[in-house]
């Protein structure tokens, strides 16, 4: 059984930085694709960063170039480095792993930015 366990939320300044965390276990990481996921306003899950088994990432505009997504297969770890937080995105983050029709979410971890 997949699980997924988030760290890494808390609560920090404009223009501070954290790092939230993913760790896969249950199955084989290298063969999920890899994501963050903001809950957003309207409830719905909004991508924030992938990464996928080639180490290909893509992001959402506004946190292009503040965010950086990297994956550790040895570690079955996915990282989101972010830097120059914003109190917009002060929000409840999800991990996401999908290989073919199979798709695993994490918990949530909250990050707030506010001064």
């Known amino acids: 059984q997949v699980q997924l366990v988030e760290s890494g939320g808390g609560s920090v300044q404009p223009g501070g930085s954290l790092t939230l965390s993913c760790t896969l276990s249950?199955?084989?990481?290298?063969?999920?694709?890899m994501g963050w996921y903001r809950r957003g306003t309207a409830r719905r899950y909004a991508m924030v960063a992938i990464?996928?088994?080639?180490?290909?990432?893509n992001y959402d505009l506004a946190v292009r170039g503040r965010f950086s997504i990297s994956r550790d297969n040895a570690k079955s770890t996915m990282s989101l480095k972010m830097t120059d937080l914003k109190p917009d995105d002060t929000d409840e983050y999800f991990c996401?792993?999908?290989?073919?029709?199979?798709?695993?979410w994490g918990q949530g971890t909250r990050v707030t930015v506010s001064s």
């Open positions: 990464v996928d088994t080639s180490g290909a990432t």
């Open positions: 996401n792993a999908v290989t073919g029709l199979v798709n695993f």
């Open positions: 249950g199955d084989k990481f290298g063969v999920y694709t």
